[in-house]
């Protein structure tokens, strides 16, 4: 089974860019579909972006939409996702998830710890 760890979150103005990464342990990183979450306080974790284990196609919430972009670099174990334009409500615990596929990401995924993103205004 894989395990996840995110990486590169923090504290950036609005209008500024962040990228995170997930490094997947294990050799089997590119069978799995690949998604982003987040979580902001008192608010319900929400898909993110999403990428299919061969990078042919990509999924996107519609208020990342434009401002994010999610890839992976499969010989590398590694997602990513790359934000631009970043607004105060993008505030939130982003956490990284591998599943079969991205349907099953809320069910039966592999989560990582989260990493916090803070937009300040």
């Known amino acids: 089974q894989v395990q996840l760890v995110e990486s590169g979150g923090g504290l950036v103005q609005a209008g500024g860019s962040l990228r995170l990464s997930c490094a997947a342990s294990?050799?089997?990183?590119?069978?799995?579909?690949m998604g982003w979450f987040r979580q902001a306080p008192g608010k319900e974790r929400e898909f993110v972006a999403g990428i299919t284990w061969n990078a042919t196609s990509t999924y996107y919430a519609d208020s990342t939409k434009g401002r994010f972009t999610i890839s992976r670099d499969n010989a590398k174990n590694t997602a990513y996702l790359q934000m631009n334009s970043l607004k105060p409500e993008d505030t939130a615990v982003y956490y990284c998830?591998?599943?079969?596929?991205?349907?099953?990401?809320?069910?039966?995924?592999?989560w990582g710890q989260g990493t916090q993103v803070t937009v300040s205004s």
């Open positions: 998830v591998a599943a079969m596929t991205i349907r099953t990401m809320t069910s039966g995924g592999t």
């Open positions: 294990g050799r089997t990183f590119s069978r799995y579909a």
